[in-house]
């Protein structure tokens, strides 16, 4: 079946710029995660999921980045006024059932450039 | 808090020698362990994971890790090393939220 799918791939932004990162999860999972992985670097957990739940933002580096998932299978990930340090890579993934037990299906992510 | 350590950047083996990657976790309580590969410009593919049960754990395209308590370590193995291996690994653990390390590439030498 389908993987995890994220659109766009690359998006370039000036500063100042919003954006919008849009991830289909797998069909049917339950729980959704947003990962930032910069340059070098394992990813870093942003926010997850359960359903449309938002059940933690803890990794959330600002208040210009909000997520939402509101009818519990897209997501997609908004980040206002983007800076320079906001670039990076964007991954999610799926699970099919909640718990840090179930494996995370990742898509391909998307690379984001803030000049 | 909990952490999982790569203590390598890098690891270089000749193709077709054995292989290993090493993680090291610090987790309280019973450690979910995972490792996952990342190919360029691609998202992480899962290749096993530890829950509970047999220490050895066997995933996809021949890899295996050894899960052990006494010296928190989760260190990924392949008998016989493929260029094609060539890649990012991860390894990702915790207790109630999972982490990922941050990363050991591993380059195999025809």
């Known amino acids: 079946g389908a993987g995890v799918s994220q659109s766009p791939r690359y998006k370039v932004a000036k500063r100042g710029q919003d954006v919008a990162l849009r991830c289909d999860p797998i069909?049917?999972?339950?729980?959704l995660f947003w990962y930032q992985q910069a340059l070098g670097q394992g990813p870093e957990f942003l926010t997850y999921?359960?359903?449309?739940?938002?059940?933690?933002k803890s990794g959330l580096p600002s208040d210009r980045f909000f997520a939402e998932r509101p009818e519990g299978s897209v997501s997609t990930l908004k980040i206002q006024r983007t800076q320079q340090e906001d670039s990076a890579v964007y991954l999610c993934?799926?699970?099919?059932?909640?718990?840090?037990?179930?494996?995370?299906?990742f898509g391909p992510g998307t690379r984001l450039l803030v000049l | 808090a909990q952490s999982v350590a790569q203590p390598e950047d890098q690891v270089n083996v000749a193709e077709g020698n054995p292989l290993t990657v090493k993680c090291t976790y610090s987790?309280?309580?019973?450690?979910?362990l995972f490792w996952y590969v990342q190919y360029p410009n691609r998202g992480l593919q899962f290749l096993l994971k530890?829950?509970?049960?047999?220490?050895l754990v066997k995933g996809s395209y021949g890899f295996e890790a050894e899960f052990n308590k006494s010296q928190t370590s989760f260190h990924l193995k392949k008998p016989s090393a493929l260029v094609s291996d060539s890649a990012l690994y991860f390894c990702?653990?915790?207790?109630?939220?999972?982490?990922f390390g941050i990363g050991t590439k591993l380059q195999v030498i025809p």
């Open positions: 993934a799926s699970s099919l059932a909640s718990g840090p037990q179930e494996t995370q299906y």
């Open positions: 069909s049917g999972h339950v729980s």
């Open positions: 999921f359960q359903n449309e739940a938002q059940l933690d």
């Open positions: 987790v309280s309580g019973n450690p979910y």
């Open positions: 530890y829950i509970t049960g047999d220490n």
């Open positions: 990702a653990g915790g207790y109630q939220k999972v982490t």
